[in-house]
């Protein structure tokens, strides 16, 4: 009998090493290494077509002579998911879904499995019980799928045997963590079995062209439990965020091989499970009955959907020695640098102010477009004044303090006509070739943001 090897693992990166470390070289963490067995004795233990005697042998040819074709794409009939997804669901890709524990993974992916009409679908749950999840599915839908089939299993093996008697069309593993091959002798969710797994479901999906969705858990820190590889494997990599105790959800793209990787969908919690936000401004922007101080509007784009998102600031006297900077949804480097701007080239003394700032709807927002909104909130609520809710801004600030252009300003403009906002603020760069006639608001074109403070705050 061959004798095993080991080696030693990152639990946090999946780093390998052939010793034990005290420290990580590649993420720099303490005491994160652990020996796991990579390779065991010869075993006839069965996987996904695993004989390659009768495999086609590839031959290299020439870029100009391979066909080009579309990839064919599966309509699940959830269209913000559609959406992330670059317009539907590819056939033979592997797509990884990472969260935080109850944010609605699970629930995301029985609500596709239960309303995907005329394709058989096989949910893979090695956490739950046959009977927990028709608990579930019953709360979500009264009427469920028959095309859905459930079946409660962990070892890879098994699961591969099923799938060759049942021939599903998608397949939705719950969760990758739980899954275990018997050529790997190492427990669940250990680095080795994670990459292991993944193999054999990313090698059955590219021969068979059925989709995968893979459910991930995440770190502590946020980032997908495994190695660092398994986001490589995959072809797209989606975050569902959001806090658990409120109800909307952000369903994000990180990585994507079939389309853009910024697109954004919306989802509200309910009893009965997710619903789709079609409109996500209207939610993100709060019904009040006076104005506020503190307050801007800003047209911002999250892939190619445009939104408009509420910033509120609020500026108050230092209680303590040193003044307090935090954000919320926006990145705390670029508000200080925004201050500095404001205290540079406008003249407002903040850095005895306390500065607090907030993207409402609890999403996080790298747009350059709302650093204009960002400061007119900041001001606002310095000074106390409130200004028009019908007004909203779309431009980047620079450093010298005038107002620079942003991309897709038409798109930006047409979503805040469709919401009744009377006038919007823009560089004076973007006015070129836009028709400003067809619009119903005013569009105000502005180079400095001292004319913006004039135009504003009168």
Known sequence: MAKSKTAYFCQSCGYESAKWLGKCPSCNQWNTFVEEIVEKSPASVPTWKSDTANRKLNKPSKVDEIQSSTERRILTGDKELDRVLGGGLVEGSLVLIGGEPGIGKSTLMLQLALNLKGKKLLY?????????????????????????????????QNIFKQIEILEPEILVVDSIQTLYSAHIDSTP?????????????????????????????????????????????????????????????ILRSIKNRFGAAAELGIYEMQGSGLREVSNPSEILLSQRDEELSGIAIAATLEGARPMLIETQALVSQAAYGTPQRSATGFDTKRMNMLLAVLEKRCGFRLSTQDVFL???????VEDPAIDLAVLIAIISSHQDIAISSKNCFAAEVGLSGEIRAV?????????????????????????????TEKYKLKIK?????????????G
């Open 445 to 457: 074109a502005v180079s400095k943001i001292e004319e913006v403070f004039s135009m504003v705050f």
């Open 189 to 249: 969710g250990s680095v080795s079995q994670v990459r292991e797994c993944t193999a054999e479901l990313l090698r059955f999906a590219k021969e068979t062209g059925v989709p995968v969705f893979l459910i991930g858990h995440i770190t502590k820190d946020g980032a997908i439990a495994g190695p660092k590889i398994l986001e490589h494997m995959v072809d797209t990599v989606l975050q569902f965020e959001g806090d658990r105790h409120h109800v909307y959800r």
């Open 407 to 435: 991309n897709r300003i038409e798109q930006r403009i047409a979503e805040a006509d469709k919401l009744g906002f009377e006038s919007i603020f823009i560089s004076k760069y973007n006015l070129k070739g836009i028709a």
């Open 358 to 364: 907030n993207i409402a709807g609890g999403i996080r």
């Open 124 to 156: 893979i749950s090695g956490e739950e019980s046959e009977q927990q999840i028709k608990m579930r599915a019953e709360r979500i839908q009264e009427s469920t799928s028959s095309n859905c089939y459930i079946l409660t299993e962990t070892s890879t």
